[in-house]
């Protein structure tokens, strides 16, 4: 499961899209954790696509990863700032990928 305590143990080493990634980055096989409020680990991710199905403010936006091990693209948190704290897409992920920070 994606470390909830990631912005302490991780560092930031990028931008994408308006949002933070952390690290460590090594592409194609490590692709580290996506946005902050709405944190998707790349690295977890397999696109399973229930948090695109569900999240009713379409936070979420497939972007291509080819060569992860995991899958070949990635739900990535491109519009954090409407996320609504609802949990919906941290309940249906199936490998626990997403963190929510509701506090
Ligand atoms: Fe969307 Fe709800 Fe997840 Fe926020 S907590 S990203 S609103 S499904
Ligand atoms: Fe990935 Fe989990 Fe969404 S596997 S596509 S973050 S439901
Ligand atoms: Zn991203």
Known sequence: AIDPQFHET???VDDHEGHSV???VDEPDELGIHGTHVAVDFDLCIADGACLEDCPVDVFEWIDTPGHPESEEKADPANEA???DCMLCV???PVDAIDVDAG
């Open 22 to 24: 952390w690290g460590p």
């Open 82 to 84: 409407q996320c609504i």
């Open 91 to 93: 309940d249906v992920c």
């Open 10 to 12: 991780r560092e930031e």
